[in-house]
Every structure is written in structure tokens, then in C-alpha cells.
């Protein structure tokens, strides 16, 4: 189930299913946007990124949705194991301001349970 | 590759020090680095950008006599707290690009202010 804590989302599953982790972004000028994986006392990991001109990206285990309609991106970890208990944000990026400025989203935290 | 090395990961000190957090990229060149802070259960807030050779350009409400940052090399970019405080206990995480590529993340540096 979802819950929503003080300041961050949670979303707990049993390990197998399927999760969806979601974010609503904010500017409808950022045209690159990216998933981040954050551990406890870890810096944030690299997932999966997806430009604008496109709607879903696929990885291992893993895929982005993209609908610029309503401004909210997704995120899909197929079959989730334990280890990818963490700490989730979605930035986004105008890439035209001359460098990659990332603007984060709150965060979700997934807790996979044996 | 692409790594991203933060020193040190972890300092507690009393109140009226400084601080000094190191950011190294160690097998890229960094022509941009970042930094970040993090609060407990929140997303990460940037608090300014830095190129090298030039002054760093800071975000909103973050003092930059407070918090200095200097990037004098393409490998090195520190990040000192001023006559910390309390207040400023955070997680301090760096990030590095070179010219338009993603950004790569230090592991952070949790300082604790007494």
C-alpha cells in the first residue's frame, strides 16, 4: 500500500510485484528528466533518464513514462527484489540554460519486503 | 568511470567552527560541479554551481559568505561552512559534469554541528 508520511511518500511492496513510483514534475519547459536511486547515507545513483520527444524508455528491469500532457513521469521496477529498497527522485532539466541544472522532485521511498 | 569522490563522509564539531568538505572527480574533467543539501526525509535543494576558474553562482536564499566554494581546478571543488551552527547539520552531497554530460554524485558528507 501507499502512504504519506511527514515529508516523504512511501510505497511498500512484496518482493516480485511489480512497482510504480510516480512524479509530477513542474516546469513545462524542462525537456530532459531523469530517475534517481538514493541508499541510505549514499548519494543519488544514475537509473534511467527519457527526453521530451519521447514517452516511454526502457532499461533492465526497468521503465520510464513520460506524459507531457499532464506533466507526470513514472517510473516501473519490474519484479522488485529487496535491494532496491531506497530512497527515489525524479529531476528535471532545462537543457538550454547552458549546463544541467537538476531541479529534484520529493522522493518516494520504496520498502520491498521478503 | 565517471566517479565522484567526497571527503570526508562524516564530521561532528562544535559550534563557531569551519568546515571544510572536499568534492574530487577522479577520472574526469569537471567543468561544472554542484552542491547540494540534503535535510532528513527531503528531496535534495541545490545550493550553488560552480565552473572552474569562476566564482560560483549561488541559488536563492543560500548566503555565499557563509558557505565558499572554491573550484580552482578541474578535478577539485570545496565546500566550506563558515562559524557553522547547529542549524547547519545537513547531508552535503556534491555532484561533477564535464561540458553537457549527466552529472555523477559524491556519496555526501554528513556534518553534524555540536
Known amino acids: 500500500g501507499e502512504s504519506v508520511g511527514l515529508h516523504l511518500p512511501t510505497l511498500s511492496v512484496q518482493e516480485g510485484d511489480n512497482s510504480i513510483i510516480n512524479c509530477a514534475y513542474s516546469n513545462s519547459a524542462s525537456d530532459y528528466f531523469i530517475w534517481y536511486k538514493q541508499e541510505s547515507g549514499k548519494g543519488p545513483q544514475f537509473i534511467i533518464d527519457?527526453?521530451?520527444?519521447?514517452d516511454k524508455r526502457q532499461g533492465q528491469r526497468v521503465t520510464v513514462l513520460l506524459n507531457k500532457t499532464v506533466k507526470h513521469l513514472s517510473l516501473q521496477i519490474a519484479a522488485t527484489q529487496p535491494g532496491d529498497s531506497a530512497v527515489y527522485f525524479c529531476a528535471e532539466i532545462r537543457s538550454n540554460t547552458g549546463f544541467q541544472k537538476l531541479v529534484f522532485g520529493t522522493g518516494t521511498r520504496l520498502l520491498v519486503s521478503p | 568511470g565517471a566517479v565522484v569522490s567526497q571527503h570526508p563522509s562524516r564530521v561532528i564539531c562544535k559550534s563557531g567552527t569551519s568546515v571544510k568538505i572536499e568534492c574530487r572527480s577522479l577520472d574526469f574533467q569537471a567543468t561544472t560541479m554542484f552542491w547540494y543539501r540534503q535535510f532528513p526525509k527531503q528531496s535534495l535543494m541545490l545550493m550553488a554551481t560552480s565552473n572552474e576558474g569562476s566564482k560560483a553562482t549561488y541559488e536563492q536564499g543560500v548566503e555565499k559568505d557563509k558557505f565558499l566554494i572554491n573550484h580552482a581546478s578541474l578535478t577539485l571543488s570545496t565546500l566550506t561552512v563558515t562559524s557553522a551552527h547547529p542549524e547547519d547539520s545537513s547531508f552535503y552531497i556534491c555532484s561533477a559534469s564535464e561540458g553537457n554530460q549527466p552529472q555523477h554524485f559524491g556519496d555526501g558528507t554528513r556534518l553534524s554541528i555540536l
Open positions: 527519457i527526453r521530451s520527444n519521447m
